[in-house]
Structures are given as structure tokens and as C-alpha cells.
């Protein structure tokens, strides 16, 4: 019985035309996601990440400018993702009116992300970013390099960075590719 309503589910979801990276529940866990704040250069930003008792990722904390830091971010480092025929990925989010970043990593050691800038509304919404708009940066500077077009990812991370002291709290429900 159970392997019919999994097989059902993977069914529905390549008839979707999508495919599914992330997709919280109370029994998930956070044992692939990963803080990282401005502190590892000396910053006094302070973010966490949970599942929440609804069963979502919920990433919160604070921003300080304080000794020149600004940024807290969540990490996921699944197993390798190919990308293939996909071109978006969509995320279903709730924040809290304040922009993120959604970036990724063709390769989980490479030394730049491909970054896009989202705004939330409060509500829970869809964000469909398309994966060619990715732009590559590093330490916030945008590079000399075409955007992404890779054909796997190996890190999704989630950033916020609004050059402001200011709290903060965005719940993900799911992330997955779309074509």
C-alpha cells in the first residue's frame, strides 16, 4: 500500500512537469541545512532554523551591522540534483515583507553562488524564479560571468542581507524545479 501511494505521488509529480527538492514535514529534518552568519568575519548577525510545529522550515533570527556584518543564511547541501529539462525553481514561502535571496551552487565548492533577490508579502505565496536569471556574485559582488546554466546543483541556500539591523522570519513549505 505504501509503495502505491509513493509511486501515485512520484506519478503526479512528473505529470506536474516538476520535481520536487524540498518538502517539509514534522518529520522532517535539519540535519542537511546548515547557519551561516556574518560572524565568520566577525559580524553579530544571529539566524536559526527549525521545522516548526506545522511541519515547515522555519529560518529566523536577527541582522546587525555591528563590526561590519550584515547577513545570516540558511544552507542545504542535498545529494546531487540534475537539473536536465527544468528551467525554474519554485519556492513556497512565507516571509515577512522583507526581501531574501534564493542562491545555488553548480557545485557545492565552487566559490561563488548564482543569486536572485525575492520579496515576500506576508502571506504564504509560489516565488517561480526562472534558474537561467541567476547571476553569479561573490561576498555581494556581482561577477563578470554569464548566468547560470548549469546542469546540476549541489546547494540551495536562503540569505538575507537588507543593509539593515532588523529581525527576520521566513517559513519554506517546498522547493522544487518546474519546467
Do not use: C
Amino acid at each position: 500500500m505504501i509503495k502505491t501511494i509513493v509511486l501515485g505521488i512520484a506519478l503526479a509529480t512528473i505529470a506536474a512537469g516538476t520535481s520536487l527538492i524540498v518538502d517539509f514535514t514534522k518529520q522532517s529534518t535539519t540535519s542537511n541545512w546548515q547557519i551561516v552568519d556574518d560572524g565568520v568575519m566577525g559580524g553579530k548577525s544571529q539566524g536559526n532554523f527549525k521545522i516548526n510545529e506545522e511541519g515547515h522550515g522555519e529560518f529566523w533570527g536577527t541582522i546587525s551591522l555591528e563590526n561590519y556584518g550584515g547577513f545570516s543564511s540558511v544552507r542545504y547541501r542535498p545529494k546531487t540534483i540534475e537539473i536536465g529539462k527544468y528551467k525554474k525553481v519554485a519556492l513556497r514561502v512565507k516571509g515577512d515583507e522583507k526581501n531574501y535571496q534564493f542562491r545555488i551552487k553548480g557545485k557545492a565548492n565552487d566559490y561563488f553562488s548564482y543569486i536572485s533577490t525575492f520579496s515576500t508579502s506576508g502571506e504564504w505565496e509560489t516565488i517561480i524564479l526562472n534558474l537561467s536569471d541567476l547571476y553569479p556574485s561573490f561576498r555581494g559582488r556581482k561577477l563578470n560571468q554569464p548566468n547560470f546554466s548549469g546542469d546540476f546543483m549541489e546547494e540551495i541556500t536562503f540569505l538575507i542581507a537588507n543593509k539593515k539591523n532588523e529581525s527576520f522570519r521566513l517559513l519554506i513549505d517546498e522547493i522544487k524545479l518546474k519546467q
